[in-house]
T-cell receptor
Framework: SAVISQKPSRDICQRGTSLTIQCQVD?????MFWYRQQPGQSLTLIAT?????????ESGFVIDKFPISRPNLTFSTLTVSNMSPEDSSIYLC??????????FGPGTRLTVL | TQLLEQSPQFLSIQEGENLTVYCNSS?????LQWYRQEPGEGPVLLVT?????EVKKLKRLTFQFGDARKDSSLHITAAQPGDTGLYLC??????????FGTGTRLQVFP
């Protein structure tokens, strides 16, 4: 298993600003993932972050809007840039352990005014 | 793009009732996972089913994988308020990315 923490747990931000979300894992993992969960909805994959390479973004998500860093095997950040109210969501990171099993962080609840 | 449809979208029941949640896809699943998410937390894996026709039980929860591996169901017997949450099916479809279903929000009243 893996224990994942995220910071901040929640934030309220002004339109046009940026927020960086941190994800810390208690063990070294190859693959980390960032998801968005809009209010009342399911999870949508934003990007896959592997250490030592650029993140791979899903359709509808771009690096300029959601830059990701993966400096080592236990840490990653996701930045939500130039925020608008439509970015209000829960952002979750997850890691893959032993094949296809994924463990999720508690999420960061973002509200953009 | 793979699409996993779940039904019902919402379910509100009394404690002690039984319920079934369904997950359907137009494509064959490589394997299928069921997660539960409680407010303020990330999803937690309940079970993984791999073989067509497979049935797995986890206390009062019974998971079934369709013979053709394109559908799955989750049955809860004698639901309790602690079962309240968002239930999500998910599959990788033999890729390295987990695709989630549309979700079923369950509320169990005492």
């Amino acid at each position: 298993s893996a224990v994942i923490s995220q910071k901040p747990s929640r934030d309220i931000c002004q339109r046009g600003t940026s927020l960086t979300i941190q994800c810390q894992v208690d063990s070294q993992v190859t693959m980390m993932f960032w998801y968005r969960q809009q209010p009342g909805q399911s999870l949508t994959l934003i990007a896959t972050a592997n250490q030592g390479s650029e993140a791979t973004y899903e359709s509808g998500f771009v690096i300029d809007k959601f830059p990701i860093s993966r400096p080592n095997l236990t840490f990653s950040t996701l930045t939500v840039s130039n925020m608008s109210p439509e970015d209000s969501s829960i952002y979750l990171c997850s890691v893959e352990v032993q094949g296809t099993e994924q463990f999720f962080g508690p999420g960061t609840r973002l509200t953009v005014l | 793009t793979q699409l996993l449809e779940q039904s019902p979208q919402f379910l509100s029941i009394q404690e002690g009732e039984n319920l079934t949640v369904y997950c359907n896809s137009s494509s064959v699943f490589s394997s299928l996972q069921w997660y539960r998410q409680e407010p303020g937390e990330g999803p937690v894996l309940l079970v993984t089913v791999v073989t067509g026709g497979e049935v797995k039980k986890l206390k009062r929860l019974t998971f079934q994988f369709g013979d053709a591996r394109k559908d799955s169901s989750l049955h809860i017997t004698a639901a309790q308020p602690g079962d309240t949450g968002l239930y999500l099916c998910a599959s990788t479809y033999n890729t390295d990315k987990l695709i989630f279903g549309t979700g079923t929000r369950l509320q169990v009243f005492p």
